[in-house]
């Protein structure tokens, strides 16, 4: 079971911003345990979040932060157990808040934060990612048409989009037809692995599929997608000097406890 997440935050404008990881969060022991990595320290215009303003202290709690805790939907909402579903989760088997934070992002449309998954590798040692198609709303009519025709279990197509003016490590997805249709993008935490991942083992070594296509959710919540490939040897994500803990984590003392 996948027990770390990292915390990423945009800096710079929104048209222009620039992305990295600034936090990792671990459940240990039963506890929650927050670092801060040498992200926070060089992303243009980050500052600590409320409550946790020491970038060299790590926090520690029994109940997940708020800065996250309200980045989950509440069980008392009627749309709860959908919401889990649209997510690929049981609601009868109640995932963990770490979980669901790293397939739903913890996304929301009044700040620039975003949740991603340490990765794992799966039961057979594969690499394996569930995640949601971002970038659905610039998708044009075409690809609108050929989202409604979607079913569970339908291959999609990768295409690395190196000329992107935007972003150029952005990864895009495609159709699996003739057209090649661009329906949208993999999140930018997963840009990095499939770009690692291609280089060693090639792209036809990478499966992509529609997991579920939750007709009636919010359109960020529309396609959710899965993605597997053979793990490398000594393929390492999540290992560049942003992702690393200004302060230890998992062998921390008993320093600080957020409000």
Not at 69 to 98: Q, V
């Amino acid at each position: 079971m996948n027990t770390t997440v990292f915390i990423a935050w945009r800096g710079g404008s929104a048209e222009r911003g620039e992305w990295s990881p600034v936090a990792k969060l671990e459940h240990v022991d039963g506890e929650y345990r927050f670092a801060y990595t040498h992200g926070a320290l060089t992303l243009p215009g980050f500052h600590p979040f409320p409550g946790m303003d020491d970038l060299g202290t790590v926090y520690r709690s029994r109940t997940l932060f708020p800065l996250l805790a309200n980045r989950l939907l509440s069980r008392s909402r009627p749309e709860y157990e959908a919401w889990l579903t649209w997510s690929g989760f049981d609601p009868k088997n109640a995932p963990t808040p770490l979980a669901v934070l790293g397939v739903t992002e913890g996304i929301r449309q009044t700040d620039a934060l975003e949740v991603f998954p340490q990765p794992v590798a799966d039961a057979q040692g594969r690499y394996s990612d569930h995640f949601f198609l971002h970038g659905l709303r610039h998708a044009g009519a075409s690809a609108h048409e050929w989202l409604a025709t979607l079913r569970a279990q339908d291959v999609l197509r990768l295409e690395l989009e190196d000329d992107n003016a935007h972003d150029p490590r952005a990864v895009a997805v495609l159709d699996d037809g003739a057209e090649r249709l661009r329906l949208g993008y993999v999140p930018r935490y997963l840009a990095r692995d499939v770009r690692a991942l291609v280089a060693r083992s090639g792209m036809q070594s990478i499966d992509l599929r529609v997991a579920r296509v939750n007709h009636g959710a919010p359109l960020q919540m529309r396609v959710l997608c899965v993605l597997r490939a053979p793990w490398p040897h000594g393929f390492a994500p999540c290992t560049g000097a942003e992702f690393q803990p200004l302060a230890e984590v998992a062998e921390a003392p008993q320093l600080a406890h957020a409000t």
